[in-house]
């Protein structure tokens, strides 16, 4: 049983483009989060989304970021116009329905804005 | 919302015992988690504590006070590879997890 799937685990950007990161929750979770991690930071909260819906985007940045959880394929968190101030480590998590809290996480994409 | 306190960074000796505490402040109790970070991976489960009192796993255990806001993780036995960020988070009503800022604990030969 495969683990929760994010890539790329590495994306290097320029200022003003677009960064898409893609996050396959494990089999039979139909729960995804997503965090941002900053060097020596914890984890904050971005988005929970589950498929077709957003449940809570309460720590989304109003502009540039969305996220998506589709019907058929995997969740993306989307970054438009990227700043140096989104350098950072992107997260996913999933879970089971009804599992609150108990989260696996992928391993991390790395975003590094030059 | 939830307010979780933990402190910054911790060292401790191989082969010792070691407690990081966490206190906590919710709207709406649902358990408290620890989770271990080692430094580039991801997060992995730790433990799950919903009922007063200590949870043991191993080397590992987990305590929690609900009338306290108060929980702890005690590592016993330090090995080398125990360095690493623990994150101590607890579950918002609606099913997200707020994570603690962790505690990076050094362990030292």
């Known amino acids: 049983n495969a683990g929760v799937m994010q890539n790329p685990r590495h994306l290097v950007r320029r200022r003003g483009q677009e960064a898409r990161l893609r996050c396959s929750p494990m089999?039979?979770?139909?729960?995804v989060y997503w965090y941002r991690q900053l060097p020596e930071e914890g984890l904050k909260f971005m988005v929970y989304?589950?498929?077709?819906?957003?449940?809570?985007e309460s720590g989304m940045p109003k502009e540039r970021f969305s996220a998506e959880f589709p019907k058929e394929g995997p969740s993306i968190l989307r970054i438009q116009q990227v700043v140096r101030g989104d350098s950072a480590a992107y997260f996913c998590?999933?879970?089971?329905?009804?599992?609150?809290?108990?989260?696996?996480f992928g391993e991390g994409s790395r975003l590094t804005v030059l | 919302g939830q307010n979780i306190d933990q402190p910054t960074e911790m060292t401790a000796t191989e082969g010792a015992i070691v407690q990081i505490n966490c206190t906590y402040q919710?709207?709406?109790?649902?358990?408290l988690f620890w989770y271990q970070q080692h430094a580039g991976e991801a997060p992995t489960f730790l433990s799950y504590n919903v009922l007063d009192g200590l949870e043991e796993k191993g080397r590992f255990s987990s305590f929690l006070s609900r009338s306290k806001g108060y929980s702890y993780l005690l590592l016993k036995e330090l090995q080398m590879k125990d360095s690493a960020s623990y994150l101590c988070a607890a579950p918002e009503r609606g099913g997200k997890l707020i994570f603690g800022q962790g505690t990076e604990l050094s362990v030292k030969p």
């Open positions: 089999k039979g979770h139909s729960h």
């Open positions: 919710t709207s709406g109790f649902n358990g």
């Open positions: 989304l589950q498929k077709e819906n957003i449940i809570d």
């Open positions: 998590a999933s879970s089971p329905e009804g599992r609150t809290g108990e989260l696996f």
